[in-house]
C-alpha cells in the first residue's frame, strides 16, 4: 500500500520536470520533394516523426518519463536531418540516410515497437533508399549551383 502511494508521489513529481512539455512543430522551411507519392508516404510513416517540423506527437509523449525520451529523439533526430529544413542544416546528412536503411539503424528499433506501420518490407525499403538517394542528388545539385 505504503509503495503504491510512494510510486504514485513519484509519479506526479515527474510530471512537473519542464523538459518534455513542449511539442513544438516549427514552419517548414524548404520540405522535401519526393520523387512519387509512394516513396513520400514511406518516409513519413518510417522517419518523419523525428526527422521533420511534422511530428505527430503520440498521447504518451505527454507523460514523464516518456515525454523526455520522445523530445530528445525529436531534438537529436531533426539536429542529424531535417526533411522540413532542407534550405538550413537539415539536409546535411541526407546522404547517409539510405544507409542507415540498409543497416537497419533507422527507423530506430524502440521505434518500431510502438508504430508498427513504421516497419518496411524489403520492396519497401528498397524504394524509400532509392527515394532518400534522387533527393539528395537533387539537393547536392541545387546547392552546387546555388
Ligand atoms: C524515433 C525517432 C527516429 C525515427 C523514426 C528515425 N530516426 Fe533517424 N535518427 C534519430 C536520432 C535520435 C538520431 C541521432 C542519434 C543517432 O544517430 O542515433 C538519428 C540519426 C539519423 C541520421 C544521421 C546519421 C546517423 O546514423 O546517426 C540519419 C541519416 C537518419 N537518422 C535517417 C533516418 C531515416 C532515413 C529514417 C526513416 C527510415 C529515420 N532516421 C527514422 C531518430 C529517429
Redesign the pocket.
Known amino acids: 500500500m505504503r509503495t503504491g502511494l510512494g510510486a504514485l508521489v513519484l509519479f506526479g513529481l515527474l510530471q512537473l520536470v519542464p523538459y518534455g512539455w513542449s511539442h513544438p512543430n516549427p514552419p517548414v522551411t524548404e520540405a522535401a520533394t519526393w520523387p512519387d507519392a509512394e516513396s513520400e508516404a ?2 513519413r510513416a ?6 521533420s517540423n511534422e511530428t505527430e506527437w503520440p498521447a504518451y509523449s505527454y507523460v514523464a518519463p516518456m515525454s523526455w525520451l ?1 523530445r ?3 531534438e ?2 531533426r ?3 531535417n526533411l522540413s529544413e532542407l534550405d538550413q542544416d537539415g539536409a546535411h ?2 546522404g ?6 540498409e543497416e537497419g ?4 528499433r ?2 518500431l515497437l510502438l ?1 508498427p506501420n ?1 516497419r ?1 518490407s524489403v520492396e519497401e525499403e528498397q524504394r ?1 533508399m532509392a527515394a ?1 538517394e534522387q533527393l539528395d542528388d537533387d539537393e547536392s545539385g541545387g546547392r552546387g549551383s546555388g
Do not use: K, N, W
Open positions: 514511406l518516409a518510417a522517419c518523419y516523426d523525428c526527422h520522445v530528445r529523439d525529436v537529436m533526430g539536429d542529424e536531418l546528412e541526407l547517409d540516410a539510405a544507409e542507415t536503411i539503424s533507422m527507423p530506430p524502440q521505434y508504430h513504421a518496411l524509400l532518400f
